[in-house]
């Protein structure tokens, strides 16, 4: 089993790299938010995790850290019906902010999950059911983004956001400017008409 590969970037897709390794170019899948900073060219080693299709034959999926691995794996193992390319997307999406991933699953707050990471309502609630408890196996990387103390009432801005016809795309982008900007408002009225400023910007 292939479990780690050091290489030259021989080319960079959207969803792959081809990594030129010993004469032999492996064509390995990544999330798109890890590829981002490939470039072809560079010698780059990536953790490795073989998946078997009756249909693909064996895939190759990579990651730039272990702990990427790790939370893959996860999302493999423990979601129901999520397989690598499931898994994959579901890690392009953590990776936005691993920290605040984390908390999200450990706190049960599925409002983070749809607004920031994007997960619908039903796939944010399967995350929480299926990952609750097991999220202490992973290394958590970065620091937290999203300091829910510092901005009460985020879940009634989203909400109000969604009544108002806002797609969670563009709820989620009101909302991290919102914590950008560390807005301190206590008055969940305020916090809305700052979102809507935002949102027409």
């Not at 080319?11 to 390794?21: F, K, Q, R, Y």
């Not at 064509?27 to 010698?43: C, D, F, L, R, W």
Request: hydrophobic letters at 40%; proline letters at 2%; a neutral charge.
């Amino acid at each position: 089993m292939i479990a780690y590969i050091t290489g030259e970037v021989f080319e960079v897709g959207d969803n792959t790299i081809i990594l030129l390794a010993g004469g032999v170019g492996y064509e390995i899948n990544m999330a798109p938010s890890s590829i981002a900073s490939v470039e072809k060219g560079q010698t780059l080693g990536v953790y490795i995790t073989e998946s078997l299709s009756p249909y693909d034959g064996t895939a190759l999926y990579g990651f730039l850290t272990k702990a990427d691995k790790d939370l893959f794996l996860l999302f493999k193992n423990e979601i129901p019906n999520t397989g690598s390319k499931k898994a994959l997307e579901f890690l392009n999406k953590a990776l936005r902010s691993v920290a605040d991933f984390h908390n999200a699953i450990i706190n049960k707050d599925p409002k983070i999950l749809t607004a920031i990471f994007g997960f619908t309502a039903k796939t944010a609630q399967k995350l929480i059911d299926s990952l609750s408890g097991k999220m202490d196996t992973i290394s958590v990387q970065g620091e937290v983004k999203i300091k829910t103390a510092e901005i009460p009432f985020m879940a009634d801005v989203l909400n109000a956001l969604g009544a108002l016809g806002y797609s969670a795309q563009e709820s989620r982008r009101a909302i991290e400017q919102l914590y950008k900007q560390n807005s301190a408002q206590t008055n969940v009225e305020e916090l809305i008409k700052q979102a809507l400023r935002i949102l027409k910007k």
